[in-house]
């Protein structure tokens, strides 16, 4: 799936993408959807060995504050609920929750 968003963020001139290195090694990676009216956060991936360590946090904080100095839209997200780590990351930065999407088969 992070391939897939990577490839999305490269075609798309509304998408950015950000990658976080550490030693030369891609340890995460964010793409963004400018093209609303919100910053659409969107494939945040932190490499298997560097979960649980504040790379994720840290990449989050340094896009919003980037987009913060660049425009002055809002930002959203979308987290499975079933995604624990990635809500609590989100929710210790301040992304509060507005909405629940329920899909149903």
């Known amino acids: 799936m992070t391939h897939r968003y990577i490839a999305e963020a490269l075609k798309d001139s509304d998408s950015l993408l950000y990658i976080l290195l550490k030693e030369g090694k891609i340890t995460g990676v ?3 959807d ?4 919100s910053n659409y ?3 945040l991936a932190i ?3 560097y979960r649980g360590q ?7 904080k340094s896009v919003v504050n ?3 100095a ?5 930002f959203q997200i979308a987290v499975e609920d079933s995604n624990i780590g990635a809500k609590c990351l989100y929710e210790n930065i301040g992304f509060v929750k507005q ?3 329920v899909y149903l088969k």
Not at 34 to 37: A, D, R, T, W, Y
Not at 54 to 60: D, I, K, Q
Not at 70 to 74: G, S
């Open 30 to 32: 964010c793409t963004v």
């Open 34 to 37: 400018v093209s609303g009216n």
């Open 41 to 43: 956060l969107y494939g």
């Open 47 to 49: 490499a298997e060995a």
């Open 54 to 60: 504040g790379y994720g946090s840290y990449l989050v």
């Open 66 to 68: 980037q987009l913060i």
């Open 70 to 74: 660049q425009n002055d839209e809002a």
């Open 99 to 101: 909405t629940q999407v």
